[in-house]
């Protein structure tokens, strides 16, 4: 009679023993252990990782709006340059797409857009930032945000020699990729070897402008209540 | 038990005798894939050593509530932890290094140099070898790594962590700083650490 109750209960715990649960004791307290710090870790950093993005693009806002030269002459100058982000929404062809936007404003008065734009690369995604006049009629600046083309070819989209054509460049037509010096006016030097990662910039502003164009305004941009 | 190396002989062992990459071929796809620079080498070894060292000192101190069929479980998770915080880490302090880096600091859980030292050492010795082994095998990545690194930007851009150092006339390689320089300069270190060695081990043979 003992003997069997003995059997029984070093069953039990035998049973217990190898249950899942009594095997992955230790990977559950550490899950949860990690699972805390990784949250602690998060609730701190978040905020200055999300504020890195938006820094990266603000730095630049300026110098896609008048130029280096003038936007680092006007930030020594303590000039007040008002930025405002936005989204602007564009229904065309039962697709509705949206942009996000910087309306920049130099004592009060309008001095361009900055849009945010992307598209399929060579190697990735390509994300841009473009600067536009208040008509949206001239390229004023372009600079790439995020790329992951081919180091030493396809890179070279982000390098300023390459980036400045697009200055001054009329969006009356859309741009046109060429290879070797060209000489129509809204041709865009292909970089050497790098043909695809050039067409893909030049498809990604193409469309941007056709879609914002003549949409920048205040009817269908929702502007945010930040100022920044 | 009796005969696992001491601390200090785990730390030189990881910096040329076992290294990561020249001996035990380990952790070849961040040596291959973010060594076209000197800086992102250089933080790839610093993110790499500190996983290695937080990994292996928690490892160590709970080698013995181990399970034999869990272990690699513990391992992957401990490791994955401290791979996500550096990555945060970097992101938030070091941004720009961070998108160039993109992908190459989450696969560092992968990264075979960490979990094998879990289980060769940390697994099996206390947290004074197990430190000791962190800090010499990434001194070991490290030095594999910037020696790859300086040969290809040298030779690929004229340049040395951004800084020009041959003339401007240097007509740059670009094939060292694309994927095909990594496997020549990699193929070529490794065939001379392993030219020296033969040599050494000749010359051993022939005072014995």
């Known amino acids: 009679m003992e003997r069997a109750l003995k059997k029984r209960t070093a069953g039990v715990a035998d049973r217990l023993k190898n249950s899942n649960f009594a095997q992955a004791w230790l990977i559950l307290v550490l899950a949860l252990i990690f699972g805390v710090a990784l949250a602690a870790v998060q609730a701190n950093l978040s905020g200055v990782i999300a504020a890195n993005k938006l820094n990266e693009t603000l730095e630049r806002v300026p110098e896609l709006v008048w130029g280096t030269a003038t936007a680092a002459r006007m930030a020594s100058q303590n000039a007040s340059v008002d930025i405002t982000p936005g989204t602007v929404t564009i229904k065309k062809d039962l697709k509705t797409s949206y942009y996000n936007l910087f309306r920049v404003t130099h004592e009060g008065k309008l001095a361009g857009w900055v849009v945010k734009a992307g598209g399929q690369g060579y190697a990735d995604k390509i994300e841009l930032i473009i600067g536009l006049d208040p008509g949206a009629d001239t390229i004023t600046g372009l600079f790439v945000l995020q790329q992951k083309e081919t180091p030493g070819l396809g890179n070279k989209i982000t390098f300023p020699r390459w980036r400045n054509q697009f200055i001054r460049k009329k969006t009356s037509t859309p741009l046109v990729v060429t290879k070797g010096k060209s000489q129509v006016p809204n041709g865009i030097d292909a970089v050497t070897g790098a043909t695809i990662s050039s067409r893909s910039v030049t498809g990604i502003v193409n469309r941007t402008i056709r879609d914002v164009k003549g949409r920048l305004t205040p009817a269908t941009i929702r502007f945010y209540e930040r100022q920044l | ?208």
């Open chain 2, 1 to 208: 038990m009796t005969n696992l190396p001491t601390p200090f002989e785990r730390f030189i062992q990881g910096i040329l005798p076992e290294n990561p990459v020249y001996r035990q071929l380990l952790g070849l796809c961040p040596t291959l894939a973010v060594t076209n620079g000197l800086k992102p080498a250089l933080t790839m070894a610093v993110a790499v050593g500190a996983v290695l060292l937080s990994a292996n000192i928690i490892i160590s101190l709970i080698r013995n509530l181990l399970k034999p069929h869990l272990r690699i479980v513990v391992f992957t998770l401990t490791i994955a932890t401290f791979v996500t915080i550096v990555d945060r880490l970097l992101a938030a302090y070091l941004y720009q290094m961070s998108k160039a880096l993109g992908p190459y600091i989450p696969l560092i859980i992968v990264n075979c140099i960490i979990i094998c030292r879990c289980e060769v050492c940390a697994s099996r010795q206390n947290v004074l070898a197990a430190s000791a082994d962190a800090v010499g095998q990434a001194i070991g990545f490290g030095l594999a790594l910037t020696g790859i690194a300086a040969i290809r930007e040298i030779l690929g851009t004229g340049m040395i962590a951004g800084v020009q150092l041959l003339p401007t006339a240097w007509p740059s390689w670009v094939i060292m700083v694309l994927p095909p320089g990594a496997f020549l300069t990699f193929g070529l270190l490794l065939a001379l650490v392993n030219w020296i060695d033969s040599v050494r081990s000749n010359n051993e043979g022939r005072k014995g």
